[in-house]
């Protein structure tokens, strides 16, 4: 019987990591690809646990715990998405920006990326730009994917570009942006080449970037 996927995103908003975990591995033996149990289970779980936060209905121990079931399916999808990719289509480089902890949504952003077929580099949280630029000399990655959750950090995003320009390799790179409060708006007042509302506009835009789509 064909796993369902949304019976996967029920138990990633209920927090149900035993079940997720298994019906994560149902759905690989069943033959589903890791992009489509990422992008129709986990991401489709989570984006409901976010609407449910914005109306008050979820509280942030529920949405640690939706998490934590989300970053177990994540740790078996993981290594077989690094194992598909034949030849990277591009090599991104991702954090969170300096002062600010959330790495949900970009962990999704960088699981949906190698998903996809980049190469990714993840600093993880609390990033200075400094970091980035080092990162970029060191990898010769061709995107930088900046996010941030606090409206207090999103100033983070545009020392980035400034730190990049001053230090000569602006122009190697291609800057997106996104989060929840980062709009197209401010991307386009802080110089950066792209935002991306959600994980699945992120891979679409990091194509566009990479130039193998338009
Ligand atoms: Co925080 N938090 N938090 N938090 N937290 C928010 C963001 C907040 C909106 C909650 C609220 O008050 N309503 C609020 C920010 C208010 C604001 O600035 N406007 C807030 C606050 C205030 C804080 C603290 C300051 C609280 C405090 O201590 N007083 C503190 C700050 C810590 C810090 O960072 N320095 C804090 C702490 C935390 C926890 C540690 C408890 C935890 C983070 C755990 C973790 O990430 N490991 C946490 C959480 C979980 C949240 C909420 C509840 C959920 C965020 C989340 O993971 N969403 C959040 C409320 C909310 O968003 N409704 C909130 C699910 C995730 C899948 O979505 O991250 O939006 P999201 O990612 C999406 C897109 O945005 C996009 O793709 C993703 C997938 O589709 N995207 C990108 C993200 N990054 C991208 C990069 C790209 C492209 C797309 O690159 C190109």
């Known amino acids: 019987m064909a796993v369902d996927l949304q019976a996967l995103a029920d138990n990633i908003i209920k927090g149900k ?13 069943e033959g589903v690809g890791p992009e489509a149990i990422i992008s129709d289970g986990l991401i489709a779980g989570m984006a409901v646990v976010g ?4 109306k008050n209905e979820f509280y942030v121990p529920e949405v640690l715990i939706a998490a934590r079931a989300m970053h177990a399916c994540m740790d078996i ?22 002062g600010d902890l959330h790495d949900i949504g970009k962990n999704l952003v960088a699981m949906m990326l190698q998903g996809n077929g980049f190469e990714v580099v993840d600093l993880g949280v609390d990033v200075a730009p400094e970091k980035f630029i080092d990162s970029v000399k060191e990898t010769g990655a061709t995107v930088i994917a900046l ?6 950090t999103m100033p983070g995003m545009k020392q980035t570009i400034d730190a990049l320009q001053a230090a000569g390799v602006r122009d190697n790179v291609k800057v ?14 802080i110089g950066a080449d792209g935002y991306a509302p959600d ?8 194509k566009v970037l ?5």
Do not use: C, H, N
């Open 17 to 29: 990591k035993g079940p997720a975990v298994e019906l994560t591995r149902e759905a690989l033996d």
């Open 51 to 54: 609407e449910r936060f914005k």
């Open 77 to 98: 999808l993981k290594p077989l998405l690094e194992e598909s990719g034949v030849k990277p289509v591009g090599k991104v480089i991702i954090g969170t920006v300096k």
């Open 147 to 152: 996010s941030a959750l606090l409206t207090t």
């Open 176 to 189: 997106m942006i996104g989060g929840a409060p980062v709009t197209q708006k401010f991307s386009d007042e």
């Open 199 to 206: 994980a699945a506009s992120a891979v679409d835009l990091a």
């Open 210 to 214: 990479v130039g193998i789509a338009a």
